[in-house]
Structure formats: structure tokens, C-alpha cells
């Protein structure tokens, strides 16, 4: 059977600001001239880190941000002026810059890179790698205006060595939640905001009824498809979350198959333990099971559907964070 699964609203949402790439690419569909700006170092201390970027469309739009609103228009006039002479260019702004009209409250140093000369080819292979969710690296030859995609190395982080800029992409990161009642479609909502997709597969005829009301898109079968599972790749968070748990235990040893690098489950300390007996009982090894997270949450002992939903993304984004998912 096929399943509808949601789409990420990155579009609108928060992380829009994070990946240009979709940007990028829909204006290179559309014929326009683009030009791929990237932070590749920094003197001193910056709101951004390096690998933030810009995407700027010729016609002057731009998607994300390299400061904290002082240079995103300087950095359009910029990227129209590489675009008008075909070169790509290194800029400094702030401390030690040309530019002494262009301020940095902070008092650093940004070296800046607008590459105006990606090929089709490497934009494919970008595109392609960014669809299937697979992570890669845009390395940039300064020097020669040249980028190629290469292979992730773990741990990989973005950085400038000499005159060759290597960028890391990694899949944005996703959500997979799993549950029944109220808790379900508060999660929804406000994660959604973020602009990171989320699939739910709704437990029971009450949460299916109040997601149709928020118009959230779910799954409605019986039992979790396995296709649901089978999606789960490592930048997916997976939170469960019933009142009822009986049913956990087989949904928790299908998803600790996954590499996911979060599982939460709703439930208190002594819930949890019963919760832990049962999979032991089921032969998973203890290194498994210390991958779930419960009670679940960055503010202890949420009672309510805001403080829980709240809480529970904080704790997502902050283990995307240190995985380098978001900034």
C-alpha cells in the first residue's frame, strides 16, 4: 500500500534560512543566474558559522542570511556586481575590509565567497544528492572558480583550508511521531513552524479527527506501516507518544532497527522501567535500549500540551544541533 507522507514546509518555515539549496535550484529551473555566497571564515566572533550562506537570485531576491542584518543588502549588491563581470570573488567585510561603509557592530572579520560559476553538472549532482537525502560536500577551488560534490567523511565539518572551501550538507532533519491524544497534534503544529517535515501515524479515531482539524496530514492505518519505518534514516527524530502503552514495546524494537538519532517516549520513570523490562524480555540488547529517551522533554514534568511540545522539540533540536543538522 502507499502512504502520503508530509512534506517539509522549509519553504516558509525557520530552517528555511539554513538551506538555500532549494532556493538555488528553483531559480536555476527558471533560467535565472544565481550566485552561490558562502561565509568561509571568521575573525573574531559571528551570529553565523562558517558554511552559512546566501543564495542570490540576479533579479536581486536571496534566500538565508550571514549576519545578524547588517550585511544581507551589501551582500546583493555584491553578488549582482560578480554576476555583471562573471568572476567569482573573495570579500572581506568588517575588520580589515575595503569596504568602510559596510559596519559589523560585532567588530569582526568575514571572508566571504560568491561563486557565480557553478556547472550544470555540479548543481545536478547537488540537487540529486539533496533530494534522496544523502549527505555530501561542495569543495571549492577558490583560486580556480571550480567546485566538485564529493563524500561526506564523518565528522566532517565546513571549513577553509588555504584556498580550498569544503562545504558540508547534511539532510535536514526530519520528525516521525507516532502516538494518540492531545500531545500528537500540539507536536505537529509547533514543529511544523520550524519547517521541518513531520510523519505521523495517528493511534486512535480522536488524534485522526483533531489532525484533520489542523489540516496536518497523517497516516490512519491500523497498525504503523512499515513503510513509515522504512523511511527512518539518521536524521530523523522519533518521538512516541500514548497514554496507553501497551502497543509500545513492538513499535520501539522496529524503530531501534533505524539509526535515528533520537527516540523519545512519552511516559514517567516507572512507566520507563516497565517500558525497558519489556524489550529486555524481547532479547534487545541494553546498548539498544539506552538510545530511548524518557520522560521525554527539556522542561521536567510538563503537564501541559504547550510545555510538552515545547519541550520535547527543544530536546530534538538541541541533539540536531550537536549532530550539525541545524545551526
Not at 284 to 310: D, N
Request: proline share 6%.
Amino acid at each position: 500500500m502507499n502512504h502520503v507522507f508530509s512534506e517539509s514546509s522549509a519553504s516558509t518555515g525557520l530552517l528555511a534560512h539554513d538551506d538555500v539549496l532549494p532556493a538555488l535550484f528553483a531559480w536555476n529551473a527558471e533560467g535565472l543566474r544565481t550566485v552561490l555566497v558562502s561565509l568561509v571564515s571568521i575573525e573574531g566572533g559571528s551570529p553565523r558559522p562558517v558554511g552559512a550562506q546566501m543564495a542570490v537570485c540576479e533579479d536581486g531576491r536571496y534566500a538565508g542570511y550571514l549576519s545578524g542584518g547588517c550585511l544581507e543588502q551589501a551582500i546583493v549588491l555584491e553578488a549582482q556586481a560578480v554576476l555583471e563581470e562573471g568572476k567569482n570573488r573573495l570579500v572581506r567585510y568588517g575588520r580589515g575590509s575595503p569596504y568602510f561603509d559596510v559596519r559589523l557592530p560585532c567588530g569582526s572579520g568575514l571572508d566571504v565567497y560568491f561563486d557565480a560559476s557553478l556547472s550544470a553538472e555540479t548543481i545536478s549532482a547537488m540537487k540529486a544528492r539533496h533530494r534522496d537525502r544523502k549527505p555530501f560536500v561542495l569543495i571549492s577551488d577558490i583560486d580556480t572558480s571550480t567546485s566538485r560534490v564529493g563524500e561526506v567523511t564523518e565528522g566532517q565539518l565546513s571549513a577553509c583550508e588555504g584556498r580550498l572551501f569544503s562545504r558540508v550538507y547534511l539532510p535536514e532533519p526530519r520528525m516521525a511521531l507516532l502516538g494518540a491524544g492531545p500531545a500528537v497534534g500540539a507536536l505537529c503544529q509547533l514543529t511544523r513552524a520550524t519547517g521541518m517535515a513531520v510523519d505521523v501515524w495517528a493511534g486512535d479515531d480522536a488524534t485522526r479527527a483533531a489532525l484533520n482539524g489542523c489540516r496536518i496530514p497523517h497516516l490512519s492505518t491500523p497498525t504503523p506501516p512499515e513503510d513509515l519505518f522504512a523511511r527512518i534514516d539518521p536524521y530523523y527524530a522519533v518521538v512516541i507518544a500514548f497514554h496507553d502503552h501497551v502497543n509500545e514495546p513492538d513499535i520501539l524494537k522496529r524503530v531501534l532497527l533505524s539509526r535515528c538519532f533520537y527516540i523519545g517516549v512519552l511516559g514517567n520513570h516507572a512507566v520507563h522501567r516497565q517500558r525497558l523490562a519489556q524489550l529486555e524480555a524481547m532479547g534487545l540488547p541494553a546498548e539498544e535500549l539506552s538510545r530511548i529517551r524518557a520522560p521525554i522533554g527539556a522542561i521536567p514534568q510538563a503537564k501541559g500540551q504547550a510545555t510538552l511540545a515545547v519541550g520535547v522539540l527543544a530536546e530534538i533540536m538541541t541533539e540536531a544541533k550537536l549532530k550539525g543538522l541545524v545551526a
